[in-house]
């Protein structure tokens, strides 16, 4: 009987530890595993053009935080309506609000065509409309969905842009100027933009993983900050849309509930919103 007791003892004893083994593993923090480019959305990009799929043990050293550059929000297929694209965000978004252009200038009372979107939620404009959906239904964007030209479609129209662009489009120089100011160099050094109405809210729509994947890396997600309606680079298409822009209100605990029942609206130029600067990958493939 004393052999079977403590047969039965030693069982017990490594149930216990096999228990505390199995829960140490899980809780304990995971270590990055790179690969040599961005392929999903979460995944964390570094300098060097490598990156790491975010998880919730996730871990990245002090070194990685310091390279960290981006995170990838949209990863779109061919026929997808953003295109097959890869697309990121920045770490930081401005420190604080920004005018999309002052009152009164060439940028507020002038209609850029090029850049022109509308929206619906009564079903979609054209066939290539962007559809985005959310706890209230759904909305359709058309026109320009594509931000990365949108500073040069301005540039064509007000000849004086390029040269007054901090003091005339405070929202398109912070984005523009996104990898200057936050000392990147190499490829990521330029090449920022300010994002069209249906990237930013193909963005918000993956706002969950995207802002755990930033605080991971060392930044601070984008719906953590108290201003959290993001301009757009889309100006509205209404027949009073001349000094008027897209925004896209990412709904946080400073937040009217309710209010912004599609969680887009546009506002007057003149406004004061914050701003989020986005990279294509795709040309890094």
């Known amino acids: 009987m004393a052999f079977f007791a403590e047969k039965i003892k030693f069982f017990v004893f490594c149930l ?23 392929t999903a959305v979460g995944d964390i990009v570094f300098s060097d053009g ?14 990685q935080k310091k ?15 953003l295109g097959e694209r890869l697309l990121g965000v920045g770490l930081h978004v401005t420190s604080e609000a920004l005018k999309w252009a002052p009152k009164d200038t060439t940028g507020f009372l002038t209609s850029f065509d090029e850049t022109k979107c509308d929206f619906s939620i009564a079903g979609p404009l054209t066939e290539n409309d962007y559809q985005y959906r959310n706890k209230n239904g759904k909305i359709y964007i058309s026109g320009d969905l594509d931000g990365r030209d949108n ?6 129209t007000d000849s004086a842009a390029l040269n007054n662009c901090l003091e005339n489009y405070p929202a398109f120089s ?20 300010l994002p069209s109405v249906a990237e930013l809210l193909s963005l918000y729509s ?7 994947a930033i605080v991971s890396a060392g930044g601070k997600g984008l719906s953590d900050v108290m201003i959290s309606s993001y301009w757009t680079s889309s100006q509205f298409a209404g027949n009073k849309g001349s000094n008027k822009v897209f925004l896209v209100h990412f709904e946080n605990e400073y937040s009217v ?10 506002d007057y130029k003149s406004g004061l919103n914050n701003a989020c600067a986005v990279y294509d990958f795709t040309v890094d493939d």
């Open 50 to 63: 490598s990156a790491v799929s975010w998880s919730k043990n996730l871990n990245l050293t002090d070194e």
């Open 206 to 212: 993956n706002i969950n993983i995207v802002d755990k």
């Open 174 to 193: 912070w984005a523009g100027s996104y990898g200057l100011n936050h000392s990147l160099s190499g490829k990521y050094a330029d090449g920022w933009f």
């Open 151 to 156: 500073w040069n479609a301005i540039c064509k």
């Open 16 to 38: 216990i530890v096999s228990f505390f083994s199995i829960t140490s593993s899980c809780n304990a923090k995971t270590k990055s595993v790179l690969k040599p480019y961005p």
């Open 257 to 266: 509930k309710g209010l912004f029942k599609y969680d887009v609206y546009y």
């Open 67 to 81: 390279n960290a550059v981006a995170v990838i929000f949209y990863a779109g297929k061919k026929g997808d309506l």
